[in-house]
């Protein structure tokens, strides 16, 4: 675990900070661009509706925002940005010529994390976003070990739920398919009881990452429990995620993993007009799950009405 959290530090230090500077004057922007661009990947935008566009498009990891902007104003634009998923943890600094008390107030109630007063000092811009990056850089990496599974790196349940709650809310919103395939590796007793728990560890991540490997970039995987696996795939009918679990299986199947044969079974499941949250819908690909087991393992098996849960008389 230790070695993997390493790697996610080492990789979120390697990839180059990009950075938004937002201001209608191009000398500014200019200037501190000059300053930024042979360190961070710099960004530009003139407006307030171009900050949060490109905010969404490139997700930067720091944003300097100017106050006077000639469509919102700066406030307004950065109240936009925290009121906006995929921008609500990106930092903003304010870059202005505004030097009145209030103005620095508001700027932080409006949840920026500095203000900087121009004419800009180079070395107290540096400075500033220097420790705002570290700190972002830092959250991340908490964020992260907090949503994944430290030995796989796949989503992990607690965070796997609200990821799905999401999308089952889209889907019914939309009245677009999602899909669930619960996977269970097979016999996995037997391999932590013949080969000890090192392998079955890597026999784990083995299947992790060929799970990775043949999904969609957009669906989520998660290790649900010990040697079981859950994905829910958006746009993605029962019929399409039959073959989709089909050709998983056959992939594992005709890997060797550490030298062993490994197999998994799979429940299928689509959400139906009588599912109203995500653990309807896993609990039926669970209960198809329970079927391919007790069918005799390594099969794919899609649910059905007439399915009783698993210990149901």
Do not use: W
């Amino acid at each position: 675990m230790e070695q993997i959290n390493k790697r996610r530090a080492a990789d979120i230090e390697i990839k180059q900070s990009t950075i938004l500077i937002v201001d209608d004057d191009i000398s500014n922007v200019r200037l501190m661009a000059s300053l930024l661009e042979e360190d961070y990947d710099v960004k530009i935008a003139t407006t307030g509706s171009q900050c949060v566009s490109l905010a969404v498009k490139h997700q930067p990891d720091l944003i300097l925002l100017d106050i006077m902007l000639p469509d919102v104003s700066g406030f307004d634009a950065c109240k936009v940005l925290k009121s906006v998923e995929e921008t609500n943890e990106i930092p903003v600094i304010f870059v202005t010529g505004l030097i009145e008390i209030g103005d620095e107030e508001e700027g932080f109630k409006v949840g920026a994390v500095d203000y900087i007063t121009k004419p800009v000092n180079s070395v107290i811009l540096r400075a500033r976003i220097n420790t705002h990056l570290t700190l972002k850089k830092q959250n991340d990496l908490l964020r992260e070990m907090a949503i994944r599974d430290p030995l796989t790196g796949l989503f992990n349940r607690h965070s796997m739920a609200d990821i799905s709650d999401r999308m089952v809310s889209r889907s019914a919103r939309h009245q677009t398919p999602l899909s669930a395939l619960m996977i269970d590796i097979d016999l996995f007793k037997n391999i932590n009881d013949t080969h000890g728990h090192l392998v079955g560890d890597q026999v784990i991540q083995e299947v992790a990452r060929i799970l990775k490997q043949q999904f969609r970039r957009e669906d989520m995987i998660a290790r649900y429990g010990g040697e079981e696996f859950l994905v829910v795939m958006e746009l993605c009918e029962l019929r399409q995620a039959m073959i989709k679990a089909e050709k998983v299986r056959l992939v594992i199947k005709d890997s060797m993993i550490n030298t062993l044969k490994v197999t998994v079974s799979i429940g299928v499941a689509q959400l139906s007009a009588e599912d109203h949250n995500y653990e309807s819908l896993v609990a039926r690909a669970d209960t198809a799950l329970y079927q391919a087991k007790e069918g005799g393992r390594n099969q794919s098996v899609a649910y059905t009405k007439d399915m009783s849960m698993p210990g149901a008389e």
